[in-house]
């Protein structure tokens, strides 16, 4: 019995002691990345402190018991997590950025100068965050055309039926005596 009584306190004592070392109250967890995080070369990743999440983050450490290093490891997958969707965004925009072609890059400027010049900050900000794939671009420069050119297409008079002013026999037979005075006088070449 003395050997688990030993036991016991020893496991007490230590229970007592990491609970001693805890941060007293959720505001004095310091939102950090362990020691050891490191984003991937070309990513730089930095805690938002406003971020209310890690309000309600510190609360759970605190109610959870956690001690710093603890919470400090779950920011760092939490971060990992952001890398990871940001190295995939990165990688996404890269490869619609070439779907694009080579003028690309001019391409995305003539949206976002165009936006800009009609839009609020406020509104074209957002927009142009979502501004990352060859379809938004292409949607884009299809609404710009639609818009500056009123909505009608380029004119081009191929595959258009001409009207020559020529009835045929039926029509003419069909015709009032002034509807062919008046068709005569605007068409020259009939005889009435």
């Known amino acids: 019995m003395r050997a688990q009584f030993d036991e016991l306190s ?22 950090k990345l362990p020691e050891n995080f490191t984003p991937p070369a070309g990513i730089e990743f930095k805690l938002d402190l406003n971020d209310p999440l890690y309000a309600m983050a ?7 018991g956690m001690s710093q290093g603890d ?7 939490f971060a990992s997590a952001k890398v990871q969707e940001a190295a995939v965004y990165e990688t996404a925009k890269a490869e619609n950025l070439k779907a694009l072609g080579t003028t690309g890059p001019q391409r995305i400027d003539a949206v976002t100068r165009w936006l800009a010049a009609n839009f609020d900050d406020a509104t074209v900000k957002p927009v142009l965050a979502t501004l990352a794939t060859t379809a938004h671009v292409t949607m884009f420069e ?9 909505g009608s297409g380029t004119f081009t008079p191929q595959h258009r039926d001409m009207d020559t ?6 029509t003419w037979a069909r015709m009032s005596y002034s509807e062919r005075k008046a068709y005569s006088a605007k068409h ?5």
Do not use: M
Not at 188 to 192: D, E, K, L, M, V
């Open 142 to 150: 299809k609404i710009i055309s639609k818009l500056t050119s009123q």
């Open 58 to 64: 510190k609360e759970a450490a605190h109610a959870k």
């Open 188 to 192: 020259s070449g009939q005889a009435a």
């Open 10 to 31: 020893t496991f007490k004592a230590a229970e007592d002691s990491r609970r001693a070392s805890l941060p007293q109250t959720a505001e004095a967890y310091e939102v």
């Open 165 to 170: 002013g020529k009835v045929d026999d039926a």
């Open 71 to 77: 919470f400090s490891d779950l920011l760092g997958l």
